[in-house]
Nanobody, 135 residues
Framework: QVQLVESGGGLVHPGGSLTLSCVASGFTLDYWTIGWFRQAPGKEREGVACMGSSIRNADGSTYYTDSMKGRSTISRDNAKNTVYLIMDSLEPEDTAVYYC????????????????????????WGQGTQVTVSS
């Protein structure tokens, strides 16, 4: 069964850090372009960080949108079939549901800047994990 399961969300104080995990099952994550997205209440879902396949693209390039550039790091553990989003210096504006998704088409950049409509074409999504930044 193909599945993406996120975890690691929670309540954190402003300035704090959090690491989200996305475990893939039923397929090999490194064949796919993978991304982290987030959706705040009343806003469209937006890309945060994306990573290309190191098998198909040979470099596993990463792309960060302005939403958390400089405050987030995307990484992948192929042995665990897991991708992580490490977030630092969190702000209340980072409060959102965070999702991981995979697509077999496109680069990390293309995935991360995809519109909400284009995001519907991604192959698989996780169920999301809530991140709340509040004092």
């Amino acid at each position: 069964q193909v599945q993406l399961v996120e975890s690691g969300g929670g309540l954190v104080h402003p300035g704090g850090s959090l690491t989200l995990s996305c475990v893939a099952s039923g397929f090999t994550l490194d064949y796919w372009t993978i991304g982290w997205f987030r959706q705040a209440p009343g806003k469209e879902r937006e890309g945060v960080a994306c990573m290309g396949s190191s098998i198909r693209n040979a470099d596993g390039s990463t792309y960060y949108t302005d939403s958390m550039k400089g405050r987030s790091t995307i990484s992948r553990d192929n042995a665990k079939n897991t991708v992580y989003l490490i977030m630092d210096s969190l702000e209340p504006e980072d409060t959102a549901v965070y999702y991981c998704a995979v697509t077999y088409r496109g680069t990390a950049h293309a995935m991360c800047v995809a519109t909400a409509t284009a995001q519907r074409g991604f192959d698989y999504w996780g169920q999301g994990t809530q991140v709340t930044v509040s004092s």
